[in-house]
C-alpha cells in the first residue's frame, strides 16, 4: 500500500486539533461572535420549549441564544476548558443549559433526542466531514432542523486560514474545513433533506490591523499554535501575510479596522 492510500489516522487528527483549540483562549474570540448565533436561532424558527443540541458550542454562543429563547438546551465540545466558559456564562444570565464534553463524530445521544441542532463555526472543523454530518442528521427528529453557521472558502476567515495552511500545513487528506460553506459540499453531506443557504457577513470590529492580530495570535487556536511552531523568520513571514491581508480587507481605512467575513447560515430540514 503506497503512502498515498493509507488511511487517515482520525484520532491522531482529532487529539491534534483538540490541541489546537485548547490554546490560547478562544472564549476571547467567541465573544465577539455573539450575534451569529442570535442570528441562527431566528433562521431556524426556535420555539420555546424545543429540545435543542449546540454541537462543537465553543464558549456557547448558539447555546445561549438558544437558552434566551426558552429552549431547553445541551451544549457540546470536546474541548472542556470551552464548555467551562459556557457554564460560566450560562450562570451569569441565570439560564438553565446542560453542559456535556462530546466528539462531534460520535454525539452520545439517541436518535431524534432533539427538535434542532446548532452548530457555529465548531462541526465545520471536523476532520471526518461525513460523519459529522450523518450525527447531526441521526440525532435530530425527523422534520427537525440542523441550523450552521460556516466560513466560506472565499471570505476573509477563509483566506485566513488559507494563509496560516501554507506556514502550518493540515494534515494530509483532510478536506479544507470551509467546503462546510459551500452549498455544492452541503448538498453532498446532507443529500436526501432540505437544503437552505443564506450568505451572510459577521464583521470584525478592531482598534487596527495590529491589534487584531494581537488577540488572534493571543487566543484563536490555529494561529496561535501556528506562531509558536514556527521559526522567527516565518513567523515573521506569517506576521507580515495577516496584516497585509487585513489592510486589504479594512474598510476602515486609517481610523480603525472593520473587516466583513462571509459565511453561510444553513437550515437543513430532515427528511
Not at 22 to 50: F, H, K, N, P, W
Not at 95 to 123: K, M, Y
Not at 229 to 255: F, T, V, Y
Amino acid at each position: 500500500m503506497s503512502v498515498a492510500t493509507l488511511p487517515l489516522d482520525y484520532t491522531a487528527i482529532k487529539q491534534r486539533q483538540r490541541t489546537v483549540w485548547s490554546a490560547g483562549d478562544y472564549a476571547m474570540i467567541g465573544t465577539t461572535l455573539q450575534i451569529v448565533g442570535e442570528r441562527l436561532c431566528e433562521a431556524v424558527d426556535l420555539r420555546a420549549g424545543s429540545r435543542v443540541l449546540d454541537v462543537a458550542a465553543g464558549n456557547g454562543n448558539a447555546t445561549l441564544a438558544a437558552a434566551r429563547r426558552f429552549a431547553e438546551v445541551t451544549s457540546t465540545d470536546y474541548v472542556s476548558a470551552l464548555l467551562e466558559r459556557g457554564k460560566e456564562r450560562a450562570a451569569a444570565e441565570r439560564l438553565a443549559v446542560t453542559f456535556r464534553e462530546a466528539d462531534a463524530e460520535a454525539l452520545p445521544f439517541d436518535d431524534g433526542s432533539f427538535d434542532a441542532v446548532l452548530s457555529t463555526f465548531g462541526v465545520m472543523f471536523t476532520p471526518d466531514q461525513e460523519k459529522a454530518a450523518a450525527e447531526l442528521v441521526r440525532v435530530v427528529r425527523r422534520g427537525g432542523k440542523i441550523g450552521l453557521a460556516n466560513w466560506t472558502p472565499e471570505g476573509f476567515i477563509g483566506q485566513l486560514l488559507r494563509l496560516v495552511g501554507k506556514y502550518a500545513p493540515p494534515p494530509s487528506g483532510i478536506r479544507p474545513p470551509t467546503l462546510w460553506g459551500t452549498a455544492a459540499r452541503l448538498g453532498e453531506l446532507f443529500s436526501g433533506h432540505q437544503v437552505s443557504v443564506s450568505e451572510q457577513t459577521f464583521t470584525f470590529r478592531y482598534q487596527s490591523p495590529e491589534h487584531w492580530l494581537h488577540v488572534f495570535r493571543s487566543f484563536y487556536g490555529p494561529t496561535n499554535r501556528a506562531f509558536a511552531a514556527l521559526e522567527a523568520d516565518k513567523a515573521a513571514g506569517l506576521e507580515a501575510d495577516i496584516l497585509d491581508l487585513l489592510e486589504k480587507s479594512n474598510w476602515a481605512g486609517p481610523d480603525g479596522l472593520v473587516v466583513p467575513s462571509t459565511y453561510l447560515e444553513v437550515v437543513i430540514t430532515t427528511a
